[in-house]
């Protein structure tokens, strides 16, 4: 076949045409993929590496609208992820405002959420308005965005008590605990922790946020896998658990040797700067700010950014440095972040600004902040006492640790329901004597003035308990009140029993739901931390005994002494063969001193 000149001309023009369209299908197909590899669902970081093509192709012409508005808000992302949170601030209210932007969508839901969680960051009211528009846009549709928001808002929003904000965690967990996602889970466990140190509960606090580091921190990404370290670092340090504090230093400094930005870069040495200051060491302080003066993060969060001034100013006052004190209450920099700090309840914030007012001899300005001190602490007492009165909150807790077995549970229940129906109807008259029975027993096994085990009850129940887990003890301490006799001769039995119920309840308030607490005699108090750390035990009961001598100030019940206690400790790894024997031993061993 013979083909014309125009034949060959149209041949070529059409070869082109195709060429061109393949092309472009091509460059499409590329991109789409692109935008699936790099998206991270809310809670996590966009995989770092990525990060350089994601800006190539923002810098380019080759996107359409939409995914230009997708690449941008995982450039948000990465830059929360890198500490730029102002930067993320203005470009997420600027898609969110874009007029033809659909919002029915998955990613302006996202970016809707992710202001919200920026506004959390800058300590912004606002947060909760925008948490509250997340929650109602991503319902039963976005799943990630859904539990995002409705976590950070009742996390962060309202006037939830403890015990509704442990309500609707366990909720998110029960509706989320069938599924694979093992990076939403730690997620919500971390805002679990969130609330429990919001709470002054750091110690359990800081079991949620280990336990959401251990469910994900293999497959979280970049500076996210260091950040549920980093919160139980936080919640570690706040309790003085050094020991731990030093084991998670190592494990931070391993993952940091890949992460490496930065970013991670200041918060360990922000960590490192608080531990000491708390430990009052300060030639190791000196080196790490030394270090941390090299350090550009980038960082565009002002509160994160005075941390460096305000660990530099203990310096200052412990080198007696008036000047340098005085230009960091001045420094126009720090002023906004010294407003969000003063208008929080931070007792470590208050603390340093008491004793730098004193160094700096502003003594009504002094007297305020101490006066301001004390009122947190009358509230957060308050709000503790609240929480030891709440018996349900020890129910969900249970609940929330129990989750994993719920399933299996649930699936019993459905198979001996009917079962067990008839075999209720047949026992009825059996169970009513039975319960009476028990409900007698049950009597006999409490203490009357304290609510406590009897001294009966807690040896046995300590009798029975099995051997700890691997690495694991068993901590039994007596708490002796040395000088119980002559406070109850002073003030009357009736007065002496209040003391008794007061020293209960501040028992109840540290340890944990399934510790044992009894009272052994009428003077002293037996508690056993069950399965628990060998260090973490020790400082624990420490803690626990100067709580007590805490709990009654001078003058309180119409006398002017305080309440004085001893302690005896035994740890053991296995269990318990004689607990009687051990605890004449033990009560040998206490030095019991009269009052001066």
């Not at 060959?8 to 369209?21: A, C, D, E, G, P």
């Not at 995989?47 to 997708?70: F, H």
């Not at 405002?97 to 202001?115: G, Q, R, W």
């Not at 931070?346 to 002094?366: H, M, Q």
Request: glycine fraction near 2%.
């Amino acid at each position: 076949m013979k083909y014309s000149k125009s034949n060959i001309t149209s041949i070529v023009t059409l070869f082109f045409i195709s060429s061109s369209i393949s092309l472009e299908v091509a460059a499409r197909e590329e991109i789409e993929q692109f935008i699936e590899d790099v998206s991270a669902p809310t809670y996590d970081c966009p995989e770092p590496k990525l990060i350089p093509k994601l800006l190539e192709y923002l810098t380019s012409n080759e996107l359409s609208e939409e995914q230009n508005i997708l690449l941008t808000i995982e450039r948000t992302q990465h830059e929360i992820c890198i500490g730029k949170t102002k930067e993320a601030e203005d470009e997420l209210a600027d898609i969110i405002a874009l007029p033809n932007i659909d919002k029915t969508s998955a990613y302006f839901a996202e970016a809707v959420y992710l202001l919200g969680f920026v506004k959390d960051l800058h300590n912004d009211h606002e947060r909760c308005k925008i948490y509250n528009r997340a929650i109602k846009l991503s319902e039963d549709k976005f799943n990630d965005v859904n539990v995002s928001a409705s976590s950070g808002y009742v996390t962060e929003c309202e006037n939830f008590s403890l015990q509704q904000q442990l309500s609707q965690i366990y909720s998110l967990l029960d509706e989320n605990s069938k599924g694979n996602d093992r990076g939403l889970l730690a997620h919500i466990y971390n805002n679990l922790g969130l609330i429990y140190s919001r709470h002054r509960l750091d110690f359990l606090a800081a079991e949620q946020y280990l336990k959401a580091h251990k469910l994900a921190g293999d497959i979280y990404k970049g500076s996210n896998r260091l950040s549920l370290l980093t919160s139980a670092l936080t919640a570690l340090i706040t309790i003085e658990e050094f020991d731990r504090v030093e084991a998670l230093f190592l494990e931070y400094e391993e993952i940091n040797k890949d992460v490496n930005t930065g970013f991670t870069n200041f918060i360990y040495l922000m960590q490192k700067s608080r531990m000491y200051t708390r430990q009052k060491k300060y030639d190791e302080l000196r080196e790490i700010i030394a270090k941390w003066r090299l350090v550009d993060p980038e960082i565009t969060n002002k509160v994160w950014n005075m941390y460096f001034g305000w660990y530099e100013t203990v310096l200052c006052i412990h080198d007696n440095n008036t000047e340098c004190v005085k230009n960091f209450f001045s420094d126009p920099e720090y002023k906004a972040s010294r407003d969000v700090m003063n208008n929080s309840n931070s007792v470590e914030w208050v603390t340093f600004k008491i004793r730098a007012l004193f160094f700096l001899n502003e003594i009504d300005a002094a007297r305020e902040a101490v006066e301001k001190h004390i009122r947190i602490e009358k509230i957060l007492k308050a709000k503790s006492n609240r929480i030891a009165k709440s018996l349900n909150i020890a129910d969900l807790y249970t609940k929330i640790e129990e989750l994993e077995s719920k399933v299996e549970l649930e699936s019993k229940v459905v198979r001996y329901f009917s079962y067990l129906f008839v075999m209720l109807v047949v026992v009825i008259p059996f169970a009513i004597y039975f319960w009476a029975k028990q409900r007698a027993k049950r009597q006999l096994e409490i203490d009357p003035i304290t609510g406590l085990f009897s001294p009966e009850a807690v040896i046995n129940k300590t009798a029975k308990l099995h051997a700890p887990s691997q690495s694991k003890v068993h901590a039994l301490a007596i708490f002796d009140l040395a000088n119980f006799r002559d406070l109850n001769r002073l003030i009357g039995a009736s007065k002496g029993d209040l003391i008794l119920r007061e020293v209960a309840q501040t028992l109840a308030t540290v340890t944990r739901s399934h510790d044992i607490l009894g009272r052994l005699s009428p003077e002293q108090f037996l508690v056993c931390l069950t399965d628990i750390e060998e260090a973490t035990a020790k400082s624990f009961l420490e803690r626990v005994r100067k709580a007590l001598e805490r709990t009654f100030l001078g003058g309180q019940h119409g006398i002017d002494a305080n309440l004085q206690s001893s302690m005896s400790i035994f740890i053991t790894s296995e269990k318990f063969e004689d607990v009687k024997s051990i605890l004449d031993d033990m009560v040998s061993s206490l030095n019991v001193k009269p009052i001066a």
